[in-house]
């Protein structure tokens, strides 16, 4: 049997990302927590509630897990609702929290990655029109400005907003986020705003810290045409490929914001990313469907033969992750993995699923393309958004009702490649033989 491993470069950044909302519990002052309460949003009626009480002060125990396992970063997020709870009012002792929080990773060995928007924002944004309102660049450009002049001495890598193509998708055009709207106007207008908020809060951040390094985290979702043969499958992956996956980082890059029939220049948003974050999880088949002009014309489904997580959410399509950093190349920046991960309460495919798309990073890295970390989706079960606490994500199960937490096996993988920084074929035995032959032919 071969022995072989598959070394990451030095100083690779290996770690874990949780967002707000998610973990934090009681963000009574966000849209999030209000669309809760609105009977039907949220799968079982679920509700976030206490999540996985970092507000409490939980995230202490979680970070010492996520170091104990080597772990050498973590992504986290800033709640703008906790920061600033009315227009005219921000709160220090929330600043201090979250302060206290950078400082904890630090003195734990691990690399602070902060996101400043992760889907969540403060109900009085939302009332005053949210995201479609102009005023909302300014608004975001000032909150960024206080978190990190609040953080500056902890942190140096930021996130400004959290996967633009998905909260507008979600947002404004399927209407299945708050704030449920389905208008392609407001869909165009909170792009172009995000798209200027991110800019603006991209120069606040480099006039106080000029070492920052900031991004956006990009959700990258692969599409193959479902009858390769077809032109008209081919036709609407491309546009699909090209309207979800390169309207963000395009606009960013050369400061054109090119929609299906709009094309706008925005000049000051040009070159305004340090590196390009990428969230990847799975690849879908494409097919046209003139039943669906607000979809583009497409419906999507997974290859029939490929493995599933646990409530279908996820197809494991590892080389897609190979294939979203071969895109990502063309903006010329340096990558980080935001986020990969599969929802799996039994811990049936994580190990396997990690493997597999790790090891595809390590294909990248091979050909020296620039990949810095490799985050991992998730530190601990959280709360998943409309599909409330019915998928599971974390490396450490929780249980809502008690708040404990129980290790699950891929956590114990997961900590070997960190320590070795890299996969090795003992691992690959160990945790996933079935793959071993297609790793190591
Ligand atoms: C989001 C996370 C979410 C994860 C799994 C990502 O797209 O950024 O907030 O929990 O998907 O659904």
Same mark, same amino acid.
């Given at each position: 049997?071969?022995?072989?491993?598959?070394? #990451?470069?030095?100083? #690779? +950044?290996?770690? %874990?990302?949780?967002?707000?909302?998610?973990?934090?519990?009681?963000?009574?002052?966000?849209? $999030?927590?209000?669309?809760?309460?609105?009977?039907?949003?949220?799968?079982?009626?679920?509700?976030?509630?206490?999540?996985?009480?970092?507000?409490?002060?939980? $995230?202490?125990?979680?970070? !010492?897990?996520?170091?104990?396992?080597?772990?050498?970063?973590?992504?986290?997020?800033?709640?703008?609702?906790?920061? =600033?709870?009315?227009?005219?009012?921000?709160?220090?002792?929330? &600043?201090?929290? @979250?302060?206290?929080?950078?400082?904890?990773?630090?003195?734990?060995?691990?690399?602070?990655?902060?996101?400043?928007?992760?889907?969540?924002?403060?109900?009085?944004?939302?009332?005053?029109?949210?995201?479609?309102?102009?005023?909302?660049?300014?608004?975001?450009?000032? @909150?960024?400005?206080?978190?990190?002049?609040?953080?500056?001495?902890?942190?140096?890598?930021?996130?400004?907003?959290?996967?633009?193509?998905?909260?507008?998708?979600?947002?404004?055009?399927?209407?299945?986020?708050?704030?449920?709207?389905?208008?392609?106007?407001?869909?165009?207008?909170?792009?172009?705003?995000?798209? *200027?908020?991110?800019?603006?809060?991209?120069?606040?951040?480099?006039?106080?810290?000029?070492?920052?390094?900031?991004?956006?985290?990009?959700?990258?979702?692969?599409?193959?045409?479902?009858?390769?043969? #077809?032109?008209?499958?081919?036709?609407?992956?491309?546009?699909?490929?090209?309207? +979800?996956?390169?309207?963000?980082?395009?606009?960013?890059?050369?400061?054109?914001?090119?929609?299906?029939?709009?094309?706008?220049?925005?000049?000051?948003?040009?070159?305004?990313?340090?590196?390009?974050?990428?969230?990847?999880?799975? *690849?879908?088949?494409?097919? #046209?469907?003139?039943?669906?002009?607000?979809? &583009?014309?497409?419906?999507?489904?997974?290859?029939?033969?490929?493995? +599933?997580?646990?409530?279908?959410?996820?197809?494991?399509?590892? !080389?897609?992750?190979?294939?979203?950093?071969?895109?990502?190349?063309?903006?010329?920046?340096?990558?980080?993995?935001?986020?990969?991960?599969?929802?799996?309460?039994?811990?049936?495919?994580? %190990?396997? @699923?990690?493997?597999?798309?790790?090891?595809?990073?390590?294909?990248?890295?091979?050909?020296?393309?620039?990949? &810095?970390?490799?985050? $991992?989706?998730?530190?601990?079960?959280?709360?998943?958004?409309? *599909?409330?606490?019915? =998928?599971?994500?974390?490396? $450490?199960? &929780?249980?809502?009702?008690?708040?404990?937490?129980?290790?699950?096996?891929?956590? !114990? +993988?997961?900590?070997?490649?960190?320590?070795?920084?890299?996969? %090795?074929?003992?691992?690959?035995?160990?945790?996933?033989?079935?793959?071993?032959?297609?790793?190591?032919?």
């Amino acid at each position: 049997m071969p022995h072989a491993t598959f070394h #990451f470069p030095r100083n #690779f +950044l290996w770690g %874990s990302a949780t967002s707000s909302h998610q973990v934090e519990g009681n963000n009574t002052n966000n849209t $999030w927590w209000a669309w809760e309460q609105q009977p039907g949003r949220i799968l079982n009626g679920d509700k976030s509630g206490l999540a996985c009480d970092w507000w409490g002060g939980r $995230w202490r125990e979680d970070f !010492d897990r996520a170091a104990e396992s080597n772990q050498n970063t973590h992504r986290m997020s800033i709640e703008w609702s906790r920061i =600033q709870p009315e227009p005219d009012r921000w709160d220090e002792d929330a &600043l201090d929290n @979250y302060r206290e929080m950078a400082r904890g990773l630090h003195a734990r060995n691990m690399t602070p990655l902060i996101t400043l928007h992760h889907y969540s924002d403060p109900l009085w944004l939302a009332e005053a029109g949210g995201w479609e309102e102009s005023d909302v660049v300014n608004r975001f450009e000032t @909150y960024a400005r206080k978190v990190v002049d609040a953080l500056r001495e902890y942190a140096t890598l930021w996130i400004t907003i959290n996967e633009p193509n998905l909260y507008v998708l979600f947002g404004y055009l399927m209407g299945t986020w708050p704030p449920g709207k389905t208008q392609v106007r407001s869909l165009i207008k909170v792009t172009e705003n995000m798209l *200027r908020a991110h800019a603006a809060a991209y120069h606040a951040i480099h006039d106080i810290q000029p070492a920052a390094k900031v991004g956006v985290a990009h959700h990258y979702r692969s599409a193959r045409p479902a009858k390769p043969w #077809f032109p008209l499958d081919r036709l609407a992956t491309a546009l699909q490929s090209g309207t +979800l996956n390169d309207t963000f980082p395009r606009a960013l890059k050369n400061g054109r914001l090119i929609l299906p029939l709009i094309s706008k220049r925005i000049p000051e948003v040009a070159n305004t990313q340090d590196f390009l974050g990428i969230n990847y999880y799975t *690849r879908e088949l494409v097919a #046209f469907d003139p039943l669906k002009p607000n979809m &583009l014309f497409t419906h999507q489904y997974f290859r029939p033969d490929v493995e +599933l997580s646990e409530n279908k959410w996820i197809a494991n399509e590892p !080389d897609g992750l190979f294939e979203a950093l071969g895109w990502a190349r063309k903006f010329n920046l340096p990558i980080i993995i935001t986020e990969n991960g599969i929802e799996d309460s039994q811990d049936i495919l994580r %190990s396997q @699923y990690m493997l597999q798309h790790i090891h595809q990073v390590w294909r990248a890295v091979n050909f020296n393309w620039p990949v &810095l970390g490799y985050v $991992w989706w998730s530190l601990i079960d959280n709360f998943e958004w409309e *599909r409330g606490w019915t =998928q599971r994500y974390g490396l $450490w199960e &929780l249980d809502c009702g008690t708040q404990a937490r129980r290790k699950r096996p891929s956590v !114990d +993988l997961y900590a070997e490649i960190c320590r070795e920084n890299g996969i %090795s074929s003992d691992m690959v035995q160990q945790y996933a033989p079935k793959i071993f032959d297609l790793m190591f032919p």
